[in-house]
């Protein structure tokens, strides 16, 4: 008998869709002309403008239209030709205007999309539209003394919302589109695209409709997801409610919940006001925007080469397995790095595996990106071509690596400094060798009688001997003809 | 020496000539304001920094209270801004200060400039020179009142919908709208972003382009700010109206309008053709709704420009004795409604009603579509003539407490002035003659956009022909 | 607490001219717009409003068929600002302006949310 939960959940289907507010990464705000500064002490980035005072008026700041172009361009929207700017009318500390500009019936882009891959099949997602729009404030509630403080740096702070269709089936391929979006927007150099720092924020639509029915069930909003993966957490358990509550004979309430993640669930918001009349209308006191096509495509033509087309030309053009493009396509840092690199020292595979490895290894304990890792391609491929002429081991080759990311030198001071050139001299080998083979004379015997894998052990003891600068392909091939010939 | 009665051009030749200098001038309008002040009531507030004399046009001048002056109280003559001082200068004030003006102080307003009176400030009304029983008009009614008494040499006002020009026209002073975008409008306390301009008020047309030279120009600050050259628009001042077409609506002169007002506006318009104009019969077939588009699209934008006056920031903060719904929102209310005066939650209701959902289509959509056809009138008009005439207002100034309880008679009095701020264009209002109660009347001239040099000569010719700009009022 | 605006305001219809504005009414639009409008001013401020709205009823009459709205009197476009960098407020002249300030914030009663 099948599961009652299972019976519940086949005969529905989600339909999600997601909203995100990336924030750009412009020199000034998006209507004045404050800096764009993230972490700076409260009210300090403030001009009349963004504070709302009376008598001021936004003026639109070229970049940030550029970047939406972008956007637009990379999601395969179509960039509107004529876009304006509407007021979104709420009351809120956060907001000194008492409206927000954003962009209504007329946004930068619409009907775009992108390729997710999840669960290994490929899966266009619609991208409805992409626009402009100002960031609010930030407020800080404190419950103990009964109020709240308003900090309005982050006002006037310039938005990119993009909104895609209700194309979204599961939390899982909600969470990959998130992932590839990031990944899209990141290549683009626009926004640093950190959850953490609030400079990417994702809403969520959820609603279940019975299997075959193209109408769409009633939507509850999600808000407060702190990560990707918070979002897939919300998702799944807004779903499961929704699941319950109509399998219990109920009707979903359209409203707006919050993400508890100490909790696991989601939580009505308090707030008795629900439906805002936003009561939009086109903003007065700026003016409309024609969008040539060749403003189009100038940026078109800027646009850095997006994440799927430079994993295809990897696979092709280096031979590198999926699992090393993928790591290396993952961060638009690695991927340059990589390509310095081989232009330098054409040996793509090895390179990839040094970056897989040991480069990626140092990035994650020290905490940092490849721009910021003290390390250029060249001076890796230095390193690399070191270790494979053999003048030192692989394994001394990473702590090569370890010492230069520390120092800021170069690896030929590195291995010089810390005597780590291994020996390759037969001579001084064949001393090691002699006196190895003298102290584990019934090892050697079990070689000679057939069992090769002892070689491993003398190799090890030979090592140990020369304080592990010996190249043991060496000291495998000299202990092996030394042994075959006695 | 009296200073305080000359116009700024004459002031100008006397400071050329070494005759008279600025402080003297400054010194001398003050002592007028201590005189008269007390019977006008057209300041709210003297200015609290010691001016600069050392300046190419030290010309003493009042500033409506709802341009930004940093370091001085700007109100909109509300109680919800009491308190606020404007950290920074709007860009008409920094190019008077530039100019070497010397400001006096702040003159009184209708508040948030809703009003054609001067009647709903919360300062209490500001009285008619000419009459102190009557309103100077509004909503720049202190301006107006100001200059015609000789309170100020020239003063800066701002128009949404004859805010300048029918107090200019109450006042017998010389009054003028530019064209929308042709002085910025940053630092602007906005009533209808899409209708305001500020603008001079004067004692002569000469004045006028004076203080037009000075106020004009591009400013990056302001999207809506024209990138066109300003001309020098005293060079406009020719005393030539031959061969110029002066269109008049019959829309304009229809019922409703004063016997008085219309004789004298007639009268001009024979002069003006004696002096060489043609006057030709136009139609402007959308003039009937031109106060209800306005009272549509101009309240809506207010009820957005005003939303920022809730006790949050700056200005008035007001809390309730017993918790209502919560405590913000009940801030928000409270503060409000404290703050705003009568005329002023209706409008801000008004607004929110056109926009409010299910009637945005219906209301404002509505009424910007009709705009359009107000301006696609004057667009056909502008075709066949240079500038159009009416009077500016449909009465002389009328009794201080007459019209304060009926908005929409209140309403009906900027029929003429309207027009052009829902077309854009540049109108000016001149003195062109007194009821019998000795009351001024005033002629308005309107333009295509960007032709104020136009309104300039046929306001100079006619000035130039008549005397009324010469009349003081007794006090 | 919003009151449903569907019970008070009648159905729109392009032939049936709106007949008044309700005291509901004004209590719904000052919610709206963050005003508290006292009981007593209620009648006052309806009978107003319906004056005036039954006045710009009159441009129900007109056709505007095919018309194009009107934003912006004056056909500006394309204004854009360099992504400049200009010093703005000091964090003193910011707060001069505030009714109250704690730790260089504005500070407000408690947002619940």
């Known amino acids: 008998m099948a599961h009652p939960k299972t019976e519940i959940m086949s005969q529905f289907e989600t339909v999600i869709g997601l909203e995100v507010h990336l924030q750009l990464n412009t020199r000034s705000k998006i209507f004045c002309s404050c800096a764009n500064q993230y972490g700076c002490p409260p009210n300090t980035n403030v001009c009349p403008v963004c504070l709302g005072l009376p008598g001021t008026l936004p003026v639109l700041n070229h970049q940030a239209l550029l970047s939406a172009i972008k956007v637009g361009l990379a999601l395969n929207a179509e960039i509107n030709s004529f876009i304006k700017f509407d007021r979104k009318n709420y009351y809120y500390p956060d907001l000194p205007k008492g409206y927000q500009i954003s962009q209504y019936d007329f946004p930068v882009a619409k009907d775009g999309f992108l390729i997710i891959k999840s669960q290994s099949k490929e899966k266009r997602i619609g991208i409805k539209r992409a626009h402009l729009e100002e960031d609010a404030g930030k407020l800080v509630h404190d419950n103990a003394q009964g109020c709240s ?104 309430v359209q409203e707006t919940l919050l993400w508890n993640d100490e909790k696991a669930m989601t939580v009505t918001m308090r707030s008795k006001e629900q439906a805002h009349d936003y009561r939009y209308f086109p903003e007065p006191d700026l003016v409309p925007f024609t969008i040539d096509k060749k403003v189009i495509d100038d940026v078109r033509v800027q646009l850095p080469e997006l994440p799927q087309a430079k994993w295809v030309r990897f696979l092709s053009q280096y031979g590198l397995s999926a699992y090393d493009a993928n790591m290396l396509v993952a961060d638009a840092g690695m991927a340059d790095f990589f390509e310095a690199a081989v232009k330098a020292y054409p040996e793509a595979k090895k390179i990839a595996n040094w970056m897989a490895g040991p480069v990626l290894k140092e990035l994650n304990e020290r905490h940092v990106s490849i721009d910021q890792l003290k390390l250029t391609p060249q001076d890796l491929v230095v390193l690399i071509a070191k270790v494979e002429d053999g003048l030192v081991s692989n394994l001394a080759g990473k702590d090569v690596l370890t010492a230069m990311l520390d120092g800021g030198r170069g690896a030929e001071e590195v291995i010089r400094e810390k005597g780590l050139a291994q020996v390759s001299d037969d001579s001084a080998l064949l001393m090691i060798i002699d006196e190895v083979i003298a102290q584990n004379a019934a090892v050697v015997d079990q070689i000679k009688s057939g069992k090769p894998n002892a070689l491993g052990f003398l190799v090890g003891q030979a090592m140990k001997k020369s304080a592990g600068r010996a190249n043991p392909k060496k000291l495998n091939e000299l202990i092996t003809r030394r042994i075959t010939h006695v | 020496m009296n200073l305080h009665s000359l116009t700024a051009h004459a002031l100008l030749d006397l400071f050329k000539s070494g005759k008279a200098s600025g402080q003297e001038a400054y010194q001398d309008v003050l002592g007028r304001i201590k005189e008269v002040d007390p019977k006008v009531k057209a300041y709210v507030r003297m200015s609290s920094h010691k001016p600069d004399y050392s300046g190419e046009f030290p010309i003493p001048i009042a500033l409506k209270d709802n341009l930004c002056i940093k370091g001085e109280e700007i109100t909109c003559a509300s109680r919800i801004l009491k308190g606020f001082h404007s950290p920074y200068d709007a860009t008409v004030v920094e190019k008077v200060k530039t100019s070497g003006g010397t400001i006096l102080g702040i003159v009184n307003m209708d508040e948030f400039a809703f009003g054609s009176s001067c009647e709903t400030s919360c300062y209490g009304p500001t009285f ?207 503060t409000r409604a404290a703050g705003f005066g009568d005329e002023a939650k209706r409008r801000i209701m008004l607004g929110t009603y056109a926009l409010s959902s299910g009637y945005y289509d219906a209301y404002y959509l509505r009424g910007q579509k009709v705009r359009t056809l107000i301006k696609n009138d004057l667009d056909e008009v502008f075709k066949g003539c240079d500038v159009i005439v009416t009077p500016t207002s449909p009465t002389v100034a009328f009794k201080v407490g007459e019209k304060i309880s009926d908005p929409l008679s209140m309403y009906l009095s900027d029929i003429y002035t309207i027009t052009a701020n829902l077309g854009g264009i540049p109108s000016i209002s001149i003195p062109c003659g007194f009821s019998k109660s000795g009351l001024p009347i005033g002629l308005q001239l309107m333009a295509k956009a960007f032709n104020e040099e136009t309104l300039l000569r046929v306001s100079y010719t006619y000035e130039q022909n008549t005397e009324w700009h010469t009349r003081k009022p007794k006090l | 607490m919003l009151l449903n605006k569907a019970l008070f305001f009648p159905v729109f219809d392009d032939n049936i001219l709106f007949m008044s504005v309700s005291r509901e009414d004004v209590r719904y639009i000052a919610a709206l717009a963050r005003m508290d409008v006292p009981e007593d001013k209620l009648d006052g401020f309806a009978k107003n409003l319906a004056d005036i709205v039954h006045y710009v009823e009159q441009l129900q009459k007109l056709d505007v068929e095919g018309v194009k709205p009107t934003s912006h009197a004056v056909p500006v476009g394309n204004v854009l600002r360099p992504d400049v960098v200009k010093p703005s407020l000091t964090h003193s002249q910011a707060l001069s302006v505030a009714i109250e300030a704690k730790d260089g914030c504005f500070k407000v009663p408690l947002v619940i949310e």
């Open chain 1, 149 to 252: 403080l308003v900090d309005y740096n982050r006002t006037g702070t310039p938005l990119i919302e993009i909104v895609t269709e209700p194309d979204l089936r599961l939390p899982q391929e909600a969470y990959d589109y998130l992932n590839t979006l990031k990944l899209i927007l990141q290549y683009l150099g626009i926004s640093d695209c950190d959850m953490e720092k609030g400079s990417l924020r994702c809403d969520a639509n959820v609603s279940i409709r019975p299997m075959g029915q193209t109408a769409l069930g009633v939507k509850t909003e999600l808000k407060n997801m702190n990560s990707f993966r918070a979002v897939k957490l919300a998702l799944e358990y807004e779903v499961r409610r929704h699941e319950q509550v109509i399998a219990s004979g109920g009707k979903i």
């Open chain 2, 128 to 334: 008619n020179p000419w009459n102190l029983q009557c309103v100077p008009g509004g909503s720049s009614g202190g301006s107006a009142a100001a200059v015609a008494a000789d309170e100020a040499i020239w003063a800066l006002g701002s128009d949404t919908g004859g805010s300048i020009r029918q107090p200019a026209s109450f006042c017998g002073i010389v009054g003028l709208k530019p064209t929308y975008g042709r002085v910025s409008r940053y630092g602007l306390i906005a009533f209808a972003s899409s209708l305001d301009q500020i603008g001079p008020l004067t004692k002569d047309v000469r004045d006028c382009a004076l203080l037009m030279n000075i106020i004009s120009g591009h400013d990056e600050r302001d999207s809506t700010s024209v990138n066109t050259p300003v001309p020098d628009y005293t060079k406009a001042l020719i005393n030539d109206v031959r061969g110029l077409k002066i269109g008049i609506s019959k829309e304009a002169f229809g019922e409703g309008l004063d016997t008085e007002v219309r004789r004298s506006v007639q009268d001009a318009l024979d002069l003006l053709k004696k002096l060489g104009a043609v006057i030709k019969e136009v139609s402007l077939p959308h003039t009937p709704y031109a106060v209800a588009t306005y009272y549509i699209v101009a309240t809506a934008e207010a009820s957005s420009n005003l939303a920022r006056f809730d006790g949050v920031r700056y200005g008035l903060r007001r809390q309730p004795a017993l918790l209502r719904k919560n405590a913000l929102v009940d801030m928000y209310e409270e």
